[in-house]
């Protein structure tokens, strides 16, 4: 897993790069909303609500949208779309996996939107099941260094049931199963430790090393999917290396 740091750093400037754009914006709403529906309008009895708030909070959301997106979807305000949440599978260049996880009051047109940006960015789609036993369901805390070590963080985290914490570089990577989330969140808010995210996601159980020219296409299409309105997250069991990013910074 060499590469897998380096390249989980690189995805989360992105997602920073992304925040400046508006489409970020609409999906950690999307997020919101749909929380709210699913486990109620109240964020102090719903962690899943309250991971979505805090998330938006910290890409600069504006509060007046995250309220009414709560406020939708939990009812107390007409409006709210009936969000259904679709997993595609599907395979990149040089063979590397795809989880397209899609948030949609359209079927129809999160297939096709799917369909084309694959299609055009050298991908392939693949049978339902072929794909998702390549990853596994994990909770993922990410927070900046902000001074601390390692060893500062297991410390606060081991017990609540955290099983590794990732050096990405600025910022830590917290991995516990699902369940554990909210008791591993928990103890960092008890340790006083701020935190920029939680929320559960799909962490590969094996990944393919990629060359310079093969990343390139391969980020690509992440691209072109995540600019997809329906695409809410894109996994993949990419591995790049130090050396490799490298040439891609050139």
């Known amino acids: 897993m060499s590469g897998h740091s380096k390249w989980a750093t690189t995805k989360h400037k992105k997602a920073a790069i ?12 999307k997020n919101v909303e749909v929380a709210a529906r699913t486990g109620g309008g109240d964020p102090s009895g719903n962690p899943t609500l309250y991971d979505a708030i805090q998330k938006a909070k910290k890409a600069s959301v504006p509060n007046d949208n995250i309220e009414r997106a709560r406020k939708r979807g939990s009812g107390e ?27 949609t009051d359209n079927r129809n047109r999160a297939a096709g939107e799917v369909r084309t940006a694959m299609s055009r960015n050298g991908g ?4 339902a099941g072929s794909v998702a036993y390549m990853f596994s369901r994990k909770g993922v805390i990410v927070l900046e260094k902000n001074g601390l070590s390692e060893d500062d963080i297991l410390l606060a985290v081991l017990e609540a049931g955290a099983e590794e914490v990732n050096d990405l570089g600025e910022s830590f990577e917290i991995v516990s199963e699902p369940t554990d989330l909210v ?27 990629v060359d310079a020219d093969t990343a390139r296409k391969v980020l ?6 995540e600019d ?7 996994y ?8 490799v990013l490298a040439q891609l910074d050139e």
């Open 77 to 103: 305000e007409a409006g709210g779309a009936d969000w259904q949440t679709i997993m595609y599978e599907g395979y990149g260049p040089n063979g590397v996996a795809l989880l397209i996880e899609c948030l």
């Open 220 to 225: 690509r299409l992440i691209d072109a999917l």
């Open 18 to 29: 992304d925040a400046k754009r508006g489409k970020l914006f609409a999906k950690l709403v």
């Open 124 to 127: 392939n789609m693949a049978d």
């Open 236 to 243: 993949s069991n990419i591995d790049i290396s130090d050396e």
């Open 183 to 209: 008791a591993v969140r928990s103890a960092l808010q008890e340790a006083g430790i701020d935190y920029d995210s939680a929320e559960p996601s799909f962490q590969p159980s094996m990944s393919v090393p």
């Open 228 to 234: 997809c309105d329906d695409v809410q997250n894109v």
